[in-house]
């Protein structure tokens, strides 16, 4: 697939998915984001982006492996990025059911922001790449389930909604309070 206009009613979670599925085998790289090549995991949601829209909506400075652990306290940087770019999916997390080509969110440790993503596969798996691994599709195991910390779709034509079901928006303050609105 490559980058494609979205027409209303066109299933932009199948496309993420379609695009998530041609990076499997791909070898993990801190930072990178090159399909085949390598890539982290945000890597990964970067390059579905740029199958699914074209050019990425902002540049992303360099991160440690590390960078969620020393992130300034009260602050959530991949929340946030994806509040700024993607759809939240509304309701209570625990209640949430991804859809194929949601994008998921993981806290590795409760009092820690949100420091690893993937693309749901949306029949209890997920597409991720993590270190010493290549992108692989994986179950969702309760680990991963207790470890989610956000759903989020990609929006239809690049900004907007995405889906046909009402979603939320987050607006996130310098402070890190969400204001939540939805949208149909």
Known sequence: MSAM????????????????R????TPYRHQASLRGVGCDCLGLLRGVWRGLY???PEAVPPYAGTWAESAAPGTDPLTAAAARHLVLVPGPLA???PRAGDVLLFAFRRHLPAHHC???????????????????EVALTGWWWRHRTGVFRFPAGGSGQAYD?????VSLTPRTSM???TVS
């Not at 993937?118 to 692989?136: C, E, Q, S, Y």
């Not at 079901?165 to 928006?169: F, G, L, M, Q, S």
């Open 5 to 20: 206009p979205r027409e209303r009613g066109h299933d932009i979670g199948a496309a993420a998915l379609g695009e998530a």
């Open 22 to 25: 041609l990076w499997l085998g």
């Open 54 to 56: 074209g050019a990425e």
């Open 95 to 97: 209640e949430v059911v």
């Open 118 to 136: 993937a693309i749901a596969t949306g029949d209890g798996a997920m597409i991720h790449a993590h270190d010493g691994a290549v992108v692989a």
């Open 165 to 169: 079901d009402p979603v939320a928006t």
């Open 179 to 181: 204001t939540l609105r």
